[in-house]
């Protein structure tokens, strides 16, 4: 093999073990935020150690120091991870093509089987219920973008006849998220969330009695 050839068939070798690097270390990230939801999910913030990720993940205390430093940036961490897969739950409904009644109870469907099904998100939210972990301001995030988007969905139903026009966007948007709230802390307080999409559903011809333009 000529010089050349020698260069860049290392180079080629070092690019490929660097890729497994990265990898390996994309999948430790993972398994550590798993482990760290299964935990925030099942013991309060403050009694939350570490040490109790690293066991519960598999992954050595090194390595876990290696992608956090800290529990503050861990639990960080998982309400990011929340926020993206609620994130893409909406934009799933949102894409669709139907009125704006339908996508504002489509997406208080995808939201609640999403909530009873996913450890991360179920993680985060007890992370942002709980004070004093410094935490609040990212939690409530999502809370207020909801009722942003409820309100633009009842503005939208509004517009494509769907929602009576003499319904007050706002004051609506508040009233969904009251009740898609109040259902979610029900449903922790009963069985972990488990019923939340049972119970969305039982509140839907409500939402719909209290929103839908009726025929003339």
Same mark, same amino acid.
């Given at each position: 093999m000529v010089e050349g050839q020698k260069r860049v068939s290392v180079g080629t070798e070092g690019r490929r073990a660097a890729r497994v690097v990265q990898g390996r270390?994309?999948?430790t990230r993972v398994n550590l935020l798993d482990g760290a939801a299964r935990v925030f999910s099942r013991l309060p913030y403050a009694e939350a150690r570490l040490k109790d990720v690293a066991d519960e993940s598999g992954i050595s205390p090194g390595s876990m120091y290696f992608h956090f430093g800290n529990k503050v940036d861990l639990a960080r961490a998982i309400l990011q991870l929340q926020q993206e897969r609620?994130?893409?739950?909406?934009?799933?409904?949102l894409q669709r093509q139907t009125s704006g009644l339908e996508s504002l109870l489509a997406v208080s469907d995808r939201l609640g089987r999403l909530i009873a099904s996913d450890v991360v998100?179920?993680? %985060?939210?007890?992370?942002?219920?709980?004070? %004093?972990?410094?935490?609040e301001s990212d939690a409530k995030v999502p809370y207020f973008e909801w009722i942003e988007i409820a309100a633009s969905l009842i503005r939208q139903g509004i517009e494509d006849g769907s929602i009576r026009p003499t319904v007050d966007a706002v004051v609506a948007a508040e009233y969904v998220n009251v009740v898609f709230v109040g259902a979610q802390v029900l449903s922790e307080l009963e069985d972990s969330w488990a019923s939340l999409p049972e119970r969305l559903e039982r509140m839907r011809p409500h939402l719909i009695g209290t929103l839908a333009r009726t025929a003339d």
């Amino acid at each position: 093999m000529v010089e050349g050839q020698k260069r860049v068939s290392v180079g080629t070798e070092g690019r490929r073990a660097a890729r497994v690097v990265q990898g390996r270390s994309a999948s430790t990230r993972v398994n550590l935020l798993d482990g760290a939801a299964r935990v925030f999910s099942r013991l309060p913030y403050a009694e939350a150690r570490l040490k109790d990720v690293a066991d519960e993940s598999g992954i050595s205390p090194g390595s876990m120091y290696f992608h956090f430093g800290n529990k503050v940036d861990l639990a960080r961490a998982i309400l990011q991870l929340q926020q993206e897969r609620m994130t893409a739950a909406l934009a799933e409904v949102l894409q669709r093509q139907t009125s704006g009644l339908e996508s504002l109870l489509a997406v208080s469907d995808r939201l609640g089987r999403l909530i009873a099904s996913d450890v991360v998100v179920q993680a %985060g939210i007890k992370l942002g219920l709980q004070p %004093g972990t410094g935490l609040e301001s990212d939690a409530k995030v999502p809370y207020f973008e909801w009722i942003e988007i409820a309100a633009s969905l009842i503005r939208q139903g509004i517009e494509d006849g769907s929602i009576r026009p003499t319904v007050d966007a706002v004051v609506a948007a508040e009233y969904v998220n009251v009740v898609f709230v109040g259902a979610q802390v029900l449903s922790e307080l009963e069985d972990s969330w488990a019923s939340l999409p049972e119970r969305l559903e039982r509140m839907r011809p409500h939402l719909i009695g209290t929103l839908a333009r009726t025929a003339d």
